[in-house]
């Protein structure tokens, strides 16, 4: 049996959302539609997908398992259907993704000059999207800075660089040459713990010394914004914190951080050889410059 992707798309939203109405005004379709499609993707599956009654909707075993299969599914597709588009416009495109603070310049060049006809775009990701963008073929390549989550991509360490904390420019540690983690045990870190797990596992930290939730940032200049105005702190790297300098905030050196690994990143599946040749572009390239230059602007 195949899968019905339009189908699959309705039963992410209905599972994203645990609520049949605020799925369907998700899919702009209306509610009893929305109902009857999962129905029938259950029969075709032969298999029950949500216990819903008319308090709740839960997601059964099953569901969960579909869930967690399902976007890369939908991602795949994506991006077969962008390389599709893509091909029938007439010209081969090749587009490289990056994180803040890492330069493309000479590797987007390189890449050009060995195919003229190549046309060759880059395209600016965040914390969020930095894997994303290749799953889902809005991107040929990724410069990732780490952890990311690794599955189904492929990976090449290219170079690191150290990591500081952001504060507030009249905060008690912003005159400090260097710093340790354990002088921010006190502090509210903005990021998901998880980004920084040094400073997560800290022995004596206290669970959250701001009972307020935690903000949803998906920008560095949002970032910036919160430390700005005393509502925590944040552990850039390097070149990100230089290239988004601000009068009101200022960043420094953390002695016991490791330094933030940056890696290019292609999706398993993708075997271009375009793809191949620029890795070892790349590769190249990180390895006979020194990394401080070329980390220093966005």
Known sequence: MDVDLRKLRYFVAVAE???????AAR?????????RQIRAFEHELRAELFVRDRRSTVLTEAGRQLLADAHPLLASAEALRRRVQRAAHGRPTFTIAFMPGIIVTVEARAIAQRHPDLSVSVVRTSWNDQAEVVHDGRADVSYVRLPVD??????????AEPR?????????????ESIDLADLVEERLLQDPDAVPEWRDLPNRPVDPDPRPRPVLNSVEEKLEH??????V??????????YSRPDVVHVPVDDLRPNQICLAWAEDNRSPLVHEFVDIAARQ?????????????
């Open 17 to 23: 959302e645990l609520h049949f109405g605020r799925a």
């Open 27 to 35: 899919l702009h379709i209306a509610q009893p539609v929305l109902s």
């Open 150 to 159: 690794q599955r189904r991509l492929r990976l090449r360490p290219l170079f």
């Open 164 to 176: 500081v904390v952001v504060l507030p420019s009249d905060h008690r540690l912003a005159g400090e």
């Open 227 to 232: 430390v700005a105005a005393y509502g925590g």
């Open 234 to 243: 944040a552990v850039l790297p390097l070149s990100t914190a230089r290239y």
């Open 286 to 298: 990180a390895q006979a410059a020194d990394p401080s230059p070329r980390t220093t602007h966005e």
